[in-house]
């Protein structure tokens, strides 16, 4: 079934020459789907319009079949959780009260958590392996650990849609990959339709799925991830020379791209 559909849309930031424009794609239930693109190319912007934080000038965005600003903020935040771009953040909050942010939609006109809401921030942190950790701070874990936090609150929201947007920056390889392994199996073991923005191609060549190219506000490609990654598109997009190669191992078909560069400094 159809979660996501954009058709036709057109934005723009008052002053500025960049144009999102022609956006037609469409999200199923359970798809696993990553954002590729350079800088400034509009991945963000999408997001922001699907989120209904921005509003498109053309064509709609429908969120199961009904237009994201028909939906209240707290219908909107129960269908669909946001993880944004460095959410690593000065605040002094534990763990725990993070994660138990993503029950804010449901809190009732009290304001408090109810058995339900503990016991399903309980569960999100079990889910993402943060359980030991959650009575410490934000601030004192590791990077990968704080984005796991931001996830189990994205978890904890118990929407069946995600947005990630480059949840895997400032993290080193291991927790790269732990991360996204980690959306894998929520994806395919909760059913979850999950969507990332990343800026690693390798990181992204390391799972199948499928792949959404933008280059200068417009979908460029769209298509399974082996088909994204060859070296005639990364040229067109990234403007750079690469060689694609491939590797089969056991977790699947593994895609490696390296950068041909003939010229020494
Ligand atoms: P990406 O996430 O692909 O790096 P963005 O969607 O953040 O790209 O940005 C696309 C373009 O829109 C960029 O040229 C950026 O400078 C511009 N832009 C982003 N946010 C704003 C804003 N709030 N006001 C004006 N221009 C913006
Ligand atoms: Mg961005």
Known sequence: ????????????????????????????????????????????????????????????IKLKSKNVFEYSDKERAKNIAYVPQSSLTVYPYSIYEIVMMGRTPYFNF???????????VDEALETVGLYGLRNKGINEVSGGEAQRAFIARALAQKSDLILLDEPTAHLDLKHQYSIIKLLRK????????IISIIHDLNLAGNFNGRAI????GKVFADDKIEKILISERIKEVFDVDSEVSTKTLDSGKKIFIHILDKQKF
């Open 110 to 120: 009290t304001g408090f958590e109810r058995k339900r809401d503990m016991e399903i």
């Open 1 to 60: 079934m159809k979660i996501l559909e954009l058709n036709n849309v057109e934005f723009h930031y008052p002053g500025s020459e960049f144009r999102l424009a022609n956006i037609n794609l469409t999200f199923n239930e359970n798809d696993f789907a990553f954002i590729l693109g350079p800088n400034g190319s509009g991945k963000s912007t999408l997001f922001k319009l699907i989120l209904g934080s921005k509003k498109p000038e053309k064509g709609t």
């Open 213 to 216: 190219l933008m280059k200068n």
């Open 186 to 193: 929520l994806n395919e073991e909760q059913g979850l339709t």
